[in-house]
């Protein structure tokens, strides 16, 4: 579900499907603060639904950190926790990644072809300096982006969006003084982000199965003696 089609549904929730009152100016942020609210709340679930990988191409060579990527629309703006950090020579085929180490502080170095180490501090990201350009593979743990145009679609989890619809109608029975909306609402977002949530710890739980059965496949195999 997009940004449009929530705003559709929040008004026919609150018997303005025309926008006579609930318009873009006055939904955008009653949506956007639904959205964060049950984010932040998933999120205590431990669920991985917010893990991305993101790619940054042709890193100047001598670069020592990624804190030009943590500025405003920029890719690593949003990032919360990077879990994994993979590099290539610029120009070579996505095969080439190979994972530079997590260490506790990135040693001064003289800069050579090869990207060995990176360090996370305070919010940025420090590698070793190489003396070519790079590519650089980055997985790890991001907040989502705002909705703010009309196609940015609800990105956490499939059919989120209508618990964003049930909890923003909720906000707007307590702005416009209608407890009726405020609790009727607020029950039916509370039920979709439980329905989420348990879909979520089923595919954890069949996602675990499938891994204990690939490991029995594997286990070494037992030949009778003879």
Do not use: C
């Not at 997009?2 to 009653?30: I, M, Q, W």
């Not at 639904?34 to 940054?56: C, D, Q």
Request: glycine residues 6%; neutral net charge.
């Amino acid at each position: 579900m997009n940004l449009a089609e929530v705003k559709s549904r929040v008004r026919s929730l609150v018997d303005d499907p025309d926008g006579t009152y609930a318009t873009d100016g006055f939904l955008a942020p009653l949506i956007n603060q639904k959205y964060e609210e049950i984010y932040n709340r998933m999120l205590s679930t431990g669920a991985e639904f917010e893990r991305r990988v993101v790619e940054l191409s042709n890193i100047p060579a001598l670069t020592s950190d990624l804190s030009a990527y943590n500025l405003p629309g920029q890719e690593l703006e949003l990032m919360l926790q990077p879990l994994l950090l993979e590099w290539k020579q610029t120009g070579l085929d996505p095969t080439s990644y190979r994972a530079a180490a997590l260490v506790d502080h990135v040693k001064d170095v003289v800069p050579g072809q090869t990207l060995d180490d990176w360090e996370f501090r305070s919010g940025v990201i420090y590698i070793t300096p190489t003396s070519i350009a790079v590519d650089i593979r980055i997985r790890g743990d991001f907040l989502f982006a705002p909705l703010t145009a009309e196609t940015d679609a609800i990105a956490a989890a499939k059919n989120l969006g209508h618990a964003v619809a049930y909890g923003t109608a909720s906000l707007i029975g307590t702005v416009r003084g209608n407890p009726a909306w405020m609790q009727a609402y607020a029950i039916l977002q509370d039920n979709a982000v439980d329905d989420v949530m348990q879909y979520l710890a089923r595919k954890d739980q069949a996602k675990v199965r499938r891994v204990g059965r690939i490991s029995r496949r594997r286990g070494p195999r037992m030949t009778m003696a003879r």
